[in-house]
């Protein structure tokens, strides 16, 4: 599950990744990926905010999870794309809070869908999160490392995210994130946003006038001066 809060904090949109079925074979990377674009487009669409703050509950993730995770489609995903990296905004951090000196869990948010990460932050972290650290490393960019904080409790996580800002499931005022994603569903399903991510899906380059890779006069006008070496 991906969710967006809708207040934001310090103009940065709040977004909680969750599992909510425990049982790894009805995980699906594929799903997940396509959810990612999805919500990737319509946020794109109607939102507007300068960065992303992220919640990664790993509450359910388990190494059968982990197993599931298809390289050649996270690969993909890497490719297509570019990680992107802000100055920090202050984050005053407990004795209870750790920041990861590694590479962050379920990074698929970048510079392909104008995105620029604020922070992350892991909640419910196990044993899991080396192995998880030791996958993404294969695919993603190391400029995201300083942004990842792990909490151990929902007080540390309070210290950098304000309740106001989080759901009931995290402490916060906000209501439940059964309730977000209803109406996130009912928007995805809805007529006006199934055509425009079928539009979207439609919009790529045309290769045949792409300019080939030999040497054309035509475009090196400009003025060379001769150089000598002693």
């Given at each position: 599950m991906q969710l967006s809060m809708p207040k934001m904090y310090k103009c940065n949109r709040v977004s909680v990744f969750q599992l909510l079925n425990p049982d790894p074979s009805a995980f699906s990377c594929e799903a997940f990926l396509r959810n990612t674009f999805m919500l990737g487009d319509v946020r794109m669409k109607h939102d507007y905010f300068l960065g992303d703050i992220w919640i990664?509950?790993?509450?359910?993730?388990?190494?059968s999870h982990l197993?599931?995770?298809?390289?050649?489609?996270?690969?993909k995903a890497a490719h297509l794309f570019h990680?992107?990296?802000?100055?920090?905004v202050d984050q005053p951090l407990s004795s209870n809070t750790m920041p990861l000196q590694q590479p962050a869990f379920l990074l698929k948010f970048q510079e392909g869908l104008g995105l620029r990460i604020h922070s992350i932050h892991v909640l419910n972290?196990?044993?899991?999160l080396q192995h998880?650290?030791?996958?993404?490393?294969?695919?993603?960019?190391?400029?995201?490392?300083?942004?990842?904080?792990v909490h151990e409790s929902l007080d540390a996580l309070h210290m950098s995210l304000?309740?106001?800002?989080?759901?009931?499931?995290y402490g916060g005022d906000e209501p439940a994130l059964a309730e977000f994603k209803d109406k996130y569903e009912k928007e995805i399903r809805s007529t006006v946003?199934?055509?425009?991510?079928?539009?979207s899906m439609k919009m790529v380059s045309d290769e045949k006038k792409r300019p080939n890779a030999d040497i054309n006069e035509?475009?090196?006008?400009?003025?060379?001066?001769k150089l000598d070496f002693d």
């Open positions: 990664v509950d790993m509450r359910h993730a388990t190494f197993l599931r995770m298809n390289p050649t489609l996270m690969q990680l992107t990296s802000r100055n920090p972290a196990n044993s899991l998880v650290v030791s996958f993404m490393r294969q695919f993603f960019s190391p400029k995201i490392i300083d942004r990842v904080i304000p309740k106001r800002y989080l759901p009931k499931d946003t199934k055509q425009f991510l079928i539009n035509e475009y090196l006008a400009g003025s060379f001066r």
